[in-house]
Every structure is written in C-alpha cells, then in structure tokens.
C-alpha cells in the first residue's frame, strides 16, 4: 500500500483456522473490518465516536481473493487504504501479507455513510470536520465532490 494507507497486524488465533489448518475464508472479511476500524482511528475517524454523532457506514459490499493461506500463529499484516470517496460511498482496499513478505489475500469493501434514520449523509456539507480528516489521508476526495 502506498503513504495513505495503514498497517494492522493480527495473529492468527487457534479457533480461525478449519480442519485443514489454514485460516477458514470467512475470517479474513473479519479482518478487513479489523484493519478498516484500526485505519479510521489512525486518521482521527475513531469508529464509535463517528456512531456517537449519529453516523453509520454499513457495508455495501466485499471482495476477496485468496492468494496463500495463513495458518494459526501467523502474523497476518494487512493494510488498508481509501481509494475512492464520491461524497456518499466510500471504498476501501485491502492487502494480507505474511511475516515473510508474500502477499496472501486481496480485498476490497464498500461503504455509504447514514444518519440514525438511514439515510444518506454528505460528510462535506454536513461534518465538514470529518471530511477535513479524509482528505488529509485522500486528497483527491476534493476532485470528487
């Protein structure tokens, strides 16, 4: 990952792997939300304050590929970057690699954010403070909106 983006390290525990050995794929969505929550907060967007103002970001959707498995004890490193923002949905991109370097999965989420009543919120126009912090780690955000 490039400059905007953060690195997240969690070892694999013991009940996230499956008979084979290996991490089970469902794990590494809970990954992403790890790493993405950790990517917030480093940006000043620490999650639970974000839903202390009233705003929620569900996940629109997912995507991963698998590449090599992890297996219990690994050190999974994952980075996550912003890497595209239009006002509304944001979506952010993942990267798994192991504690040797060697890239193990890919992915990517997306996201809306909503108020308590669900519907659509413009961060610019109505946190004009939060989208401050987004665009320091994703300037290009200002190109969209």
Do not use: W
Request: aromatic share 12%.
């Amino acid at each position: 990952m490039d400059e905007k983006g953060t690195v997240y390290e969690h070892t694999i525990n013991y009940y996230e792997t499956d008979r084979m050995g290996i991490v089970h794929h469902s794990n590494y969505i809970r990954f992403f939300e790890e790493a993405r929550i950790d990517y917030l907060k480093k940006i000043g967007l620490d999650y639970k304050k974000v839903e202390d103002m009233g705003l929620i970001m569900p996940v629109l959707g997912v995507e991963c590929k698998y590449i090599k498995p992890l297996h219990f004890g690994d050190k999974a490193i994952i980075s996550s970057r912003l890497v595209k923002y239009n006002g509304m949905k944001l979506s952010v991109e993942y990267n798994i690699t192991n504690e040797a370097g060697e890239l193990v999965t890919t992915g990517k989420s997306e996201h809306c954010l909503l108020d308590a009543d669900m519907k659509p919120v413009n961060i610019k126009r109505n946190y004009p403070e939060q989208f401050e912090k987004l665009a320091q780690h994703y300037p290009e955000i200002r190109n969209y909106i």
